[in-house]
């Protein structure tokens, strides 16, 4: 089991910026498919981004359409960190983020991977809080 802290949340004006952390656990970091999920209150949990694993030569990415173009997921094995660098928010954006992980590449996961099935462990989230 790895154990994940989200870090980074806060309140911040409509347009503005925020990077949010997740530090794992774990010394096998370089081989979880990481992901970010957000949930609205009264609202299901959602896909946000998903990075696939470090040593994949094509370190692939995706996204939700309702933030591509503005979110931006990245990693870095060296500090067992996931970021979600997110840009132009929007009011609509206001929900506690989650990060997520998973070992290895699951079956189908190019179908798969906004699931929250999908995810074997999860953080405990950070607010994220944007006013218009």
């Known amino acids: 089991q790895v154990r994940l802290v989200e870090s980074g949340g806060g309140l911040v004006q409509a347009g503005g910026s925020l990077r949010l952390s997740c530090a794992a656990s774990?010394?096998?970091?370089?081989?979880?498919?990481m992901a970010w999920f957000r949930q609205a209150p009264g609202k299901e949990r959602e896909f946000v981004a998903t990075?696939?694993?470090?040593?994949?030569?094509?370190?692939?990415?995706y996204y939700a359409d309702s933030v591509k173009g503005r979110f931006t997921v990245s990693r870095d094995s060296a500090k067992n960190t996931v970021y979600l660098q997110m840009a132009s928010l929007k009011p609509e954006d206001t929900a506690v983020y989650y990060c997520?992980?998973?070992?290895?590449?699951?079956?189908?996961?190019?179908?798969?991977?906004?699931?929250?099935?999908?995810?074997?462990?999860w953080g405990q989230g950070t607010q994220v809080t944007v006013s218009s």
């Open positions: 997520a992980c998973t070992a290895g590449v699951p079956p189908s996961f190019t179908n798969t991977y906004s699931y929250k099935e999908t995810y074997d462990d």
């Open positions: 774990g010394r096998t970091f370089s081989r979880y498919v």
């Open positions: 990075i696939s694993l470090s040593g994949w030569s094509d370190r692939r990415t």
